[in-house]
């Protein structure tokens, strides 16, 4: 059964620092990694997917990256804003199914 | 943001009724899913539909039906409904399965008493 990480569970820094979020994988057959947003009450929003074939996406204050051999993929958040608090999930998917972490909730402080 | 539609949003119901859970997509994808949501398990995946009256299991799939009848909804059926069953439900979508992006609905949070 593939199984994925994400640590810490939570994470607290000041309004400016950048951060980097770590997800973890099983399987290295991965066709494609995800990292959503999740706020309090809300459904999830897909910020960026990386393709088996590619190293790193960007966009904006956003860079994830890739290492399918180690099984890890980061998600580096440049210049935090307080906005940008919330729960940051990555799900692997391996040609059959979505494999979701249980998420990274990031508090950024003003 | 993607035409996801949920409804209720909100549910209380009794250990032994049955529920249906309904989503709506105007963005005519072809995939179509139901996960739930439960503190220390993440997103499980309990039914997917790759199409009009196609669907199949996920990973905790017992206790649940689905349906497709239209491109549009998915409906999701607990048949008769346990404790073990209050969670969060969110439906998903996405154009062409897993090689693009997931659209999330606002998810319905299901409480069985």
């Known amino acids: 059964k593939q199984e994925v990480t994400q640590i810490p569970a939570a994470l607290s820094v000041p309004e400016g620092e950048n951060l980097v979020l770590n997800c973890s994988f099983t399987d290295s057959a991965i066709y494609n990694l995800q990292w959503f947003r999740q706020d309090p009450g809300k459904g999830l929003t897909s910020l960026l997917l990386i393709q088996s074939s590619q190293r790193e996406q960007t966009s904006g204050r956003l860079n994830a990256s890739l290492d399918k051999s180690s099984g890890r993929s980061t998600l580096y958040i440049a210049a935090s804003q307080p906005g940008d608090s919330a729960t940051y999930l990555c799900?692997?998917?391996?040609?059959?199914?979505?494999?979701f972490g249980t998420g990274t909730s990031l508090t950024v402080i003003p | 943001d993607a035409g996801i539609t949920q409804s209720p949003r909100h549910k209380v119901t009794e250990t032994g009724t049955p529920v249906t859970l309904r989503c709506h997509q105007t963005e005519n994808h072809r995939y179509m899913y139901w996960y739930r949501q439960d503190p220390g398990h993440g997103l499980r995946l309990i039914h997917y539909?790759?199409?009009?009256?196609?669907?199949d299991k996920g990973e905790v799939s017992d206790g649940y039906s689905v349906s497709r009848s239209k491109t549009e909804d998915f409906l999701l059926t607990l048949e008769s409904a346990t404790s073990s069953q209050t969670s969060v439900y969110f439906c998903a979508i996405s154009r062409q399965g897993g090689n693009e992006k997931l659209f999330f609905g606002s998810g319905t949070q299901l409480s069985v008493l």
């Open positions: 539909s790759y199409g009009v009256k196609d669907t």
């Open positions: 799900a692997e998917y391996t040609g059959n199914q979505f494999y």
